[in-house]
């Protein structure tokens, strides 16, 4: 054991990031929103993690626009490596969906870990699934907690439970491997399910490689697959949860913003981003089918509402973008749903009521919500803490419509969303 976890330490202390690189501070000037630029945003990071995955299982697969993000990155790096210990620093979705893909890597051994943060970040409720199947799986710290000393096998066992109140990636990571194992596979989800449209993501992919599925009531199937010889080629639709931060300076700026390589018919879940910011900021989405190009495009007659409530569950990944808006146009918002994000790259809840209070924002909150209380005066001087978390960077950057804003630790975007920077100042002109 102390010799695992003293491989750990070096391999961990190989990928930590300079101290210095995280303490660059982001300086976002009082500025204008031009209007009419065009934004190019590469592959959505949660469907090329997917394909990477599937990618890897079945080698019948190319992928075009591939997520350029630090996460997805790091997952195809682990997975092009023979290594006994893999260490995927913050990526949360490799962590989950990794601790699947190598429990069935039969005869061989893997010890996953990560950062100081995906230390604390639980996975029990997975690993005890994987655990039921078959699959010895050992905590080499923290019971519960990375890092996972993961035994792979064959596995012939058909059904397992999983909390549907978690974290859906653990059940895609589950769904990832089914159509692999010989019997495939059935889970039952047991309570509500949250974050829905991301495991019918997965299921839709699943489907277009030809692995058979259905999803009724609180139960997946997963068919076992039969490897087809023919090459199928996927071109990853461009990421809508990073579009949601242009859906927030297009409500605060009023000016049309153009994205490209979108489709009418996503299966994002955090497209629902549209509807949103149509139903409560007057942002209409048009769809150009020619070019997959989407416009958004401000109403100037809309009248805002006198406040927000709304259940994200389904896509909770846009609240802290949703929250800041509402903020800085000083309306209330009630927003429920929000279970997972507390467990996120932090607790971004929590997060969300310190740092709204920085732009004049009082905010109660628990478990799974977040209120507005009160309006004042934003803080002369904004700086923004991000906790390491890439949007809580993202979704704060649009304040800088109305004030001068500082976002600490500005390389944490580089996890979902690399040249977020750059592409702000094709948009931003700021003020003299």
């Known amino acids: 054991m102390m010799e695992e976890r003293s491989l750990i330490q070096q391999m961990t202390s190989r990928f930590r990031p300079p101290t210095s690189l995280l303490k660059i501070m982001k300086k ?21 993690n997917r394909l990477l995955i599937l990618e890897s299982l079945f080698k019948n697969i190319e992928i075009g626009n591939l997520s350029n993000s630090q996460d997805t990155n790091l997952l195809k790096k682990a997975l092009s490596e023979n290594t ?28 996953l870990t990560g950062s100081k943060r995906m230390k604390e970040r639980p996975i029990k409720n997975l690993v005890t699934a994987i655990q039921n199947l078959g ?46 194992l010989e019997n495939g596979l059935e889970i039952n989800l047991v309570g509500e399910v949250t974050s829905k449209s991301y495991i019918e993501m997965t299921l839709n992919i699943l489907t277009r490689f030809g692995i058979k599925n259905s999803f009724t009531g609180n139960t997946i199937k997963v068919d076992p697959f039969i490897n087809q010889q023919s090459i ?12 949601s931060y242009f859906y927030s300076f297009a409500a605060l700026g009023r000016q049309t913003i153009h994205l490209k390589s979108f489709y009418r ?19 209409e989405t048009i769809f150009s089918e020619a070019d997959h190009k989407i416009t958004l495009k401000p109403d100037p007659d809309f009248i805002f509402p006198e406040k927000i409530i709304l259940d994200m569950n389904n896509c909770p990944d846009i609240a802290q973008t ?30 969300l009521h310190n740092e709204l ?29 991000t906790y390491q978390d890439h949007r809580m960077a993202m979704a704060f950057a649009p304040f800088c419509l109305i004030q001068e804003v500082n976002i600490e630790e500005e390389d944490v975007v580089e996890k979902s969303y690399p040249m977020f920077w750059e592409d702000l100042q094709i948009i931003l002109t700021e003020n003299s």
């Not at 976002?28 to 945003?41: A, C, R, V």
């Not at 080499?140 to 066992?157: A, D, H, M, Y």
């Not at 299966?267 to 629902?272: E, P």
């Open 28 to 48: 976002l000037k009082k500025s204008e929103l031009k209007e009419n630029q065009t934004i190019q945003i590469s592959g959505s990071k949660s469907i090329s």
């Open 84 to 111: 006994e210990v893999v260490d995927i620093h913050h990526a949360g979705t490799a962590m989950r969906f990794l601790t699947s893909y190598y429990s069935i890597q039969d005869g061989k051994t893997t010890i």
């Open 135 to 180: 699959v010895e799986i050992e905590y080499l710290e923290n019971e519960g907690f990375p890092p996972l000393k993961i035994k792979g096998k064959t596995i012939t066992e058909t059904k397992v439970n999983v909390p549907a109140n978690i974290s859906s990636q653990f059940i895609t990571s589950l769904l990832l491997i089914a159509g692999k």
């Open 232 to 243: 199928i080629n996927y071109e990853v639709e461009s990421d809508w949860s990073s579009a």
């Open 265 to 283: 018919e996503s299966t994002q879940g955090d497209s629902a981003i549209a509807k949103i910011y149509k139903d409560f900021f007057g942002i």
């Open 322 to 351: 949703l929250c800041v808006t509402a903020a800085a146009l000083k309306i209330p918002f009630e927003i429920s749903g929000l279970g997972t994000l507390r467990v996120k790259e932090t607790d971004r809840i929590l997060a």
């Open 357 to 385: 209070k920085k732009l004049g924002t009082e905010t109660e909150y628990t478990d799974y919500t977040i209120k507005s209380t009160g309006f004042g005066k934003a803080e002369e001087s904004i700086i923004i803490k």
